[in-house]
Antibody, heavy 123, light 107 residues
Framework: EVQLVESGGNLVQPGGSLRLSCAAS????????MTWVRQAPGKGLEWVAN????????YYVDSVKGRFTISKDDARNSLFLQMNSLRVEDTAVYYC????????????????WGQGTLVTVSP | DIQLTQSPSFLSASVGDRVTITCRAS??????LVWYQQEPGKAPKLLID???TLQSGVPSRFSGSGSGTEFTLTISSLQPEDFATYYC?????????FGQGTRLEIK
């Protein structure tokens, strides 16, 4: 069974940093591309970043470029999101998800989702 | 960036009704359109990929169609568990974008 469990969400002041983690199990993480998607309270979904299965391609929404870094550690079956220079507007539930499909056939269809972790940026 | 506009944003319907949600893209995206369902307090769930490919385990009352700039999600006979928010998402180009969502409520 595919499982994705996010952690690391917290209350942080504007300008602060936070590192989110996503522990994966039930599938071959090393051949899986991954994503972070966020949802501000009461709002819709916003894609944040993708990472290719081998870590050699990363994509970001403009609003987080230069501030957020997506990474994966295949030995630990974990996905990360390093968030620096946080802003009030980064407040959201952050979901990790697995992209379809394995290896070189990857595409931005978000097949399996974790339950999310809440990041609150407030003075 | 490709903008996706869903209509309606809010829909009130009864169990057994047939409902259709539309998603319009600001430019052509071929069939690279995905639909998700999100229940309150839960993570989104993948329903349909490539505009019309139903995911394994998704009931056959759900269907999707369209290509280019106009897409639809149809639920043929609403069940109580279908009352949720639905999002379309394009995977044609970066940045990946979502529609604003359609909230489906019980009349």
């Amino acid at each position: 069974e595919v499982q994705l469990v996010e952690s690391g969400g917290n209350l942080v002041q504007p300008g602060g940093s936070l590192r989110l983690s996503c522990a994966a199990s039930g599938f071959t993480f090393a051949s899986s591309s991954m994503t972070w998607v966020r949802q501000a309270p009461g709002k819709g979904l916003e894609w944040v970043a993708n990472i290719r299965y081998d870590g050699n391609e990363k994509y970001y929404v403009d609003s987080v470029k230069g501030r957020f870094t997506i990474s994966k550690d295949d030995a630990r079956n974990s996905l990360f999101l390093q968030m620096n220079s946080l802003r009030v507007e980064d407040t959201a539930v952050y979901y990790c998800a697995r992209l379809c499909c394995s290896g070189a056939n990857w595409q931005s269809t978000f097949e399996y989702w974790g339950q999310g972790t809440l990041v609150t940026v407030s003075p | 960036d490709i903008q996706l506009t869903q209509s309606p944003s809010f829909l009130s319907a009864s169990v057994g009704d047939r409902v259709t949600i539309t998603c319009r893209a600001s430019q052509g995206i071929r069939s690279l359109l995905v639909w998700y369902q999100q229940e309150p307090g839960k993570a989104p769930k993948l329903l349909i990929d490539a505009a019309s490919t139903l995911q394994s385990g998704v009931p056959s009352r759900f269907s999707g169609s369209g290509s280019g700039t106009e897409f639809t999600l149809t639920i043929s006979s609403l069940q109580p568990e279908d009352f949720a928010t639905y999002y379309c998402q394009q995977r044609s180009s970066y940045p990946v974008t979502f529609g604003q969502g359609t909230r489906l409520e019980i009349k």
